[in-house]
């Protein structure tokens, strides 16, 4: 079993959509969590951390579920430039700062 | 804002040849990584090094070696490369702060075919 699970989509949702993914990781000692975004052929770039109380970035909210092990990230009122691939991350628990990423879910959202 | 600057874009080399990539930070950052990314397999760590000359194995480190003899520069070098490794290769940096704390940040990547 991969230690971080994504759905690899693609999403395809029309402007003004909310669209949520979710993301499973295998070690319950995991502390720190994250979203990354990666445009295509791009590097990845932060998108948002994931605190246990959720939290919240404009159209953008996180949340976290440690009795289940997963994390979710919802978009409300998708733009065109939402379309992306995203990257849940999750730090190994015990590793220094290292942090395990999944392969990444794809968005594309069409007019 | 922070650069993380990897010397190449695009990298065609062939089976047996030593290849250097290298990657180039200018926020003093103490933490920096190498990683490779291939489709359906996400980002995998190859080395890591939280300090000048210090270096410390990833989760697929055979094949390759870095070098840290600056505190920006962290080097991944392919002693003899080989068609499985024809990947993109993507450098990071980040601060000393706990485990997770300190996001990434990310070179444009290198593109290294191996033929």
């Known amino acids: 079993r991969k230690e971080v699970e994504q759905d690899p989509g693609p999403f395809n949702v029309p402007e003004g959509a909310t669209v949520a993914f979710n993301c499973t990781y295998s070690?319950?000692?995991?502390?720190?969590f994250f979203w990354y975004r990666q445009d295509c052929r791009k590097e990845p770039k932060l998108l948002m951390s994931?605190?246990?109380s959720g939290n919240e970035d404009g159209r953008f909210t996180a949340q976290l579920n440690r009795a289940s092990q997963y994390i979710s990230l919802l978009i409300r009122d998708s733009k065109l430039s939402d379309s992306a691939t995203y990257l849940c991350?999750?730090?190994?628990?015990?590793?220094?700062?290292?942090?395990?990423f999944g392969a990444g879910t794809r968005l594309a959202v069409h007019p | 804002d922070v650069k993380v600057t990897q010397s190449s874009r695009y990298l065609v080399k062939r089976t047996g040849e030593k290849v250097f990539l290298e990657c180039v930070q200018d926020?003093?950052?103490?933490?920096m990584f190498w990683y490779r990314q291939d489709p359906g397999l996400g980002l995998r760590l190859i080395y890591f090094?939280?300090?000048?000359?210090?270096?410390e194995k990833g989760d697929i480190p055979e094949g390759y070696s870095v070098s840290r003899e600056k505190k920006e520069r962290f080097s991944l070098i392919l002693e003899s490369a080989s068609t499985n490794q024809t990947s993109m290769y993507l450098c990071?940096?980040?601060?000393?702060?706990?485990?997770?704390?300190?996001?990434?940040?990310f070179g444009n990547g290198t593109r290294l075919t191996v033929t």
């Open positions: 994931v605190y246990s």
């Open positions: 991350v999750v730090n190994a628990a015990g590793g220094y700062n290292k942090l395990i």
């Open positions: 990071a940096s980040s601060l000393p702060r706990g485990p997770g704390d300190s996001p990434l940040h």
């Open positions: 070690n319950s000692a995991s502390q720190s």
């Open positions: 926020m003093d950052h103490e933490n």
């Open positions: 090094s939280y300090d000048v000359k210090m270096k």
